[in-house]
């Protein structure tokens, strides 16, 4: 057998049917495309790379009939008639669902908007097959006409997930309208819906071709949301910027009474500067592993013993909060090995306060978080990988965290949440 047939062979059939617009042209002699037999065995070995390119864009007022980011957002604008699809979270579409349709109507878009409802318990792979249901039937060009998703994570990652599963991948363009979804659920590359009772149990990796971020969505979103997305922005600074870190700390309270509308002059450069360095940190740290390949990600700060957290808290609580948490557990055990003193730990916990985020849940129990570690171990690959502060605006991973020393940081963050100071006996 021939191999050099075997691997033009291999990429027709890829190929077949319509040409996937999320591809990028086929270089004429991919250097990462080999095939090569095994010696004595049928066998064969491919390997090819696909390079991922994608834009997040911050886009003020992005229904204003005079901006055009959203129109022209991933398509060529050949001067054809443009039609969208568009899917708009039900609060949001309440609040924003005029200016949407004004904007379209406006720029002559023939359009179909899908309302789907709010809430993580709707993020279930039912509203995947009813959204490729009604896209279907509207019938899109996939290289002019991207899918529009307007809303929260939860909206953006069904949209992500349907986007990229009908006919192996269609262009889609986000605008979120929570901080979650401005600083984190946005500007990466994951999809999915809950399945079976585990979170974001079914998804893919695919990057929006677009993805427009515009601040003026968060003046409607309530107070607990906005502290929410906080959590994961102090994500960042704690564990990779200081000056961000710095910004929470003199700015938190007032960019989250003023919901980052910039309503003084100070809160508007430190509401512009925070979201900044946010999303600047969050891509920093997603680019290099954007398929998470690499296991250890200082971005899983908060996000070892919050995921079953999480889960007992629903349906009351929220994602941030039990990361939030996680954090202040993690920064117990920071503590307990040097990595931090005491000044920093009291800084941290000031801010978590300051940003209306808790550091204490009854839910933090020895049993829950020794089971929540072992959970976390069996996704990480049989470690535990486990980002721990050192001071403000670094990290290490740890391998080696025993029951006895995790009892030991549950009962010091207890002590600093409950009395806002390190004074333990
Ligand atoms: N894909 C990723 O990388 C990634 C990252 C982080 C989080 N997520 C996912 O995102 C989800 C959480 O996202 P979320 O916090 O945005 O939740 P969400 O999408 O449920 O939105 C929160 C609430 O705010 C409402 N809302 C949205 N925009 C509003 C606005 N401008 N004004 C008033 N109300 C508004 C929604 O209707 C909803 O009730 C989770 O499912 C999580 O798994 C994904
Ligand atoms: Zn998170």
Known sequence: MKMPD???ALRRSENEGAPNPLAPPAPRKPATTKVAPMAGN???????????????????RVFDVDRTDLLDAGCPGDGRAPRRFVVVDEAVDRLYGADLRQYLDHHHVTHEIMVVKSGEVRKEIDVVLRFVERLD????????????VVGGGVVMDIVGLAASLYRRGTP????????VGLVDAGVGVKTGVNFNGHKNQLGTYAAAKLTLLDPGFLSTLSRRHISNGLAEILKVGLIKDEALFGLLERHGRLVLDEHFQGLSAEGDSAATAILQAAISGMLEELEPNLWEETLERSMDYGHTFSPSVEMLGL??????EAVCLDMALSTALAYGRGLMDEDECGRVFAVMSDL?????????????????????????????????PVGIGKNLFV????DEELVSAIELQREMALRGSLEVA
């Not at 889609?172 to 901080?179: A, E, I, M, N």
């Open 399 to 402: 391998n080696d965290v025993r």
């Open 6 to 8: 075997s691997s033009k």
């Open 315 to 320: 349906p009351s609580m929220l994602h941030g």
């Open 172 to 179: 889609f363009v986000r605008v979120p309208t929570t901080l």
């Open 42 to 60: 049928s066998s064969w070995h491919v390997k090819a790379s696909q390079p991922v390119h994608y834009e997040v864009r911050l886009c003020h």
């Open 137 to 148: 039937h509207f019938g899109i060009d996939r290289r002019r006409e991207p899918v529009i």
């Open 356 to 388: 209306g985020l808790p550091t204490w849940s009854p839910l933090h129990t020895p049993e829950v978080l020794m089971q929540a570690l072992h959970a976390t171990v069996r996704r990480r690959d049989g470690q535990q990988r486990l980002p721990l």
